[in-house]
Nanobody, 114 residues
């Protein structure tokens, strides 16, 4: 089992920046890939970015490419710049194990106002 806890969400003006973090605990050595997803009100959850643990390769949704950076230091993070009102959503941390088990955090709210 893997437990994920997100932090760092908040209220920010359009054009501003936020950094989200996701702390993982439990059987972290089983994690093969980590990702950020988001879900806006009335919309389906969508993938934002992911990072492959073995080699650090990253992937981004077109809507955030060039503005968001996913990475790992002591925790998974999502550095977000040039935020737009359309980025408003609950952001979820996701971990996938080598046997394809999926784990989710509880989510953190990001609200961008114009």
């Amino acid at each position: 089992q893997v437990q994920l806890v997100e932090s760092g969400g908040g209220l920010v003006q359009a054009g501003g920046s936020l950094r989200l973090s996701c702390a993982a605990s439990g059987n972290i050595f089983s994690i093969a890939d980590m990702a950020w997803y988001r879900q806006a009100p009335g919309k389906q959850r969508e993938w934002v970015a992911n990072i492959r643990i073995t080699d650090g390769t990253t992937y981004y949704a077109d809507s955030v490419k060039g503005r968001f950076t996913i990475g790992r230091d002591n925790a998974l993070y999502l550095q977000m710049h040039y935020l737009k009102p359309d980025d408003t959503a609950v952001y979820f941390c996701n971990a996938r194990s080598s046997i394809l088990a999926q784990y989710w955090g509880q989510g953190t709210q990001v609200t961008v106002y114009s």
